[in-house]
């Protein structure tokens, strides 16, 4: 007998392309309605990829073809292609199928396609630049399986719960703070399938009480996996921030992360070169990892380098000790001052 149920079960064997998570899963199947043996589906994709909603059409109804005694199939796609200049959904600032975070104004995703450019330290000393610029800012680790932002701010603190059931974040050199480092010790791994850590995430982002803020930094996990995609599909995300190394091998992946952000409309509010040279106690600069590779790929994709930042000790000596570089002063530190710059760029491009 064909139910409802028999069809969203035959349904999950449909990938979102690229993702390993399937269209119920990510709930985009809105519908289905049974006649005798006759089946209609709704399924919603936000997207301007006109690629996407052509396979997932396909692979619907290959699916649902194969099932025993099925009548006439009919997979209908709702495409939501927001005018280009609208960002999370105009005035609302909330996307068709998204919503925001209740008290906070602006929500802005840092991430890469791959692990090792240094993203928690941006995303973490970003927070603490806008912090220091008299704005109201949370951070949260968006990183299960490898969570850093204790140790980055130097606190062991175990969160608390309102009244509400919400978890109170911890607050630390100006920033409120939401990660798993918080909740397992440094030595304990964190094992969860891709259900359960999106699970997870979305309890880190809609059961904490933020409160007010002004801008949410979301440190996304490296690459483009199903937390990823969780979230710029359920949130109304402001815009995305690309790091990467100037190398080339950084930058095959920083595209891929570009990529995913497109195809669920997510603008790219700009590229931070990070590690972009070495500069030794003479003045002289060296490029490890490369000369200019974030420069050439902002360019490229016709987007602002919002950053150039250095690498150095004293970055890697502050981390350790759990105090951002950005907290010192940008006259005294090429770093600090870098982040502040970071800062400034994206404020000025998010409030317009």
């Known amino acids: 007998m064909i139910t409802e149920e028999s069809i969203k079960e035959a349904l999950t064997q449909v990938k979102y392309p690229g993702f390993s ?3 119920v899963a990510f709930g985009l199947l809105k519908e289905v309605k049974i006649d005798g043996a006759d089946v209609e589906v709704v399924i919603a994709i936000q997207t301007r990829d006109s690629k996407i909603p052509e396979q997932i059409f396909k692979d619907s109804q290959d699916i649902l073809n194969k099932i ?23 005035e609302g600032g909330t996307s068709a199928g998204k919503s925001s975070i209740p008290g906070v104004k602006k929500v802005i995703a ?5 692990g090792g450019v240094g993203k928690s330290t941006v995303s973490s000393n970003l927070a603490v630049a806008l912090a220091k610029q008299g704005y109201k800012v949370g951070l949260c680790d968006c990183d ?7 140790q980055m701010f130097g606190t ?11 978890i109170i974040p911890i607050q630390a050199h100006g920033v409120k703070l939401m990660s798993m480092s918080f909740l397992v010790d440094d030595s304990s791994p964190v094992i969860v399938r891709g259900p359960l850590a999106t699970r997870y995430t979305q309890q880190f982002l809609r059961q904490v009480e933020w409160g007010q803020l002004d801008y949410l930094i979301l440190d996304l996990p490296p690459g483009t996996g199903d937390i990823q995609l969780t979230i710029v599909q359920s949130l109304a995300l402001d815009g995305a921030v690309i790091v990467t190394t100037p190398q080339e091998v950084a930058l095959i992946d920083a595209r891929k992360a570009v990529t995913m952000f497109a195809k669920v409309n997510v603008e790219i509010l700009g590229v ?8 030794c106690a003479h003045g002289e600069k060296y490029h490890i990892f490369g000369d200019g590779g974030g420069v050439r790929e902002a360019e490229r ?5 919002l950053a150039q930042v250095p690498i150095d000790v004293h970055t890697r000596e502050c981390a350790d000790a759990g105090q951002p570089i950005a907290l010192l002063d940008g006259a005294k530190s090429t770093t ?10 994206l404020v000025e491009i998010v409030s317009k």
């Open 21 to 23: 998570r399937d269209i």
């Open 68 to 90: 025993e005694g099925i009548g006439v199939t009919r997979v209908n796609i709702d495409v939501k292609n927001p005018d280009a200049g609208v960002q999370g959904g105009g």
């Open 110 to 114: 840092v991430g890469s396609g791959k």
């Open 144 to 150: 299960l399986y490898g969570p850093s932002t204790g």
């Open 156 to 166: 062991e603190q175990q969160p608390m719960a309102n009244e509400k059931d919400e």
């Open 272 to 279: 931070v070169e990070n590690m972009s040279w070495f500069e």
């Open 301 to 305: 994709m016709k987007v602002p380098l």
């Open 336 to 345: 600090s001052a870098a982040f502040g710059e970071l800062a400034g760029k």
